[in-house]
């Protein structure tokens, strides 16, 4: 049927969310990364992976950076954060930038399982108990920016100067300027340090 790829730096969660989704899903294979670098090259090389389980904080996430640049280098995969914090904030950041679910680790087995089952029946799933928050302007427009655009801004965060942005994506610098002006006007900014710090909305400021 496919693959679900779990990453997750704690083997011992890796372990029982393994078991979790072996019991609901026997006929699937669970593949795991304890990092994002482990993951991207995992999704780089093999195109049967369903669905990815990913955790917010490992040290190499950076927030929903981690989720944004997955979503936009490997579309094919939709993304469930399994997370600590279940702040509704969060939740609906991470609905926002792309994630399909979004699973508290505090949740029991049966809630685990039910929730795999819609997600991979095509359903967006998230703790009925969330309240209908608004989602602030800023995540709403870096949510809107494309994948080219989200890389760059990425980039901009890093501290890159756009000769070093078009070597790392493969564009050309003209390309990348070209992107950026579009990329301000979707964020309602005017120049890069404006744009940095809106990016400060990728950030998971919770503890």
Known sequence: MGKVLLVDD??????????VVAQAHPNLQIVEAQNLAEARGILGRERDIILVLLDLKMPDCGGFAGLVTLRA????????????NEEPETINKAITFGAVGFIPKSSANSKIIKALSEILAGEVWVPEVLPVDDV?????????????????????KRGLLNKQIANEIGITEATVKSHMTIMFRKMGVSNRTQAVIAAGALEDKSH
Do not use: M, N
């Open 10 to 19: 704690h083997p011992l969660f890796r372990q029982a969310l393994q078991a």
């Open 73 to 84: 280098d490997y579309p094919q995969a939709p993304i469930v954060i399994v997370s600590a």
């Open 136 to 156: 602030p302007a800023s995540v709403q427009s870096i949510a809107s920016l494309s994948p080219p655009q989200l890389k760059i801004l990425l980039g901009l």
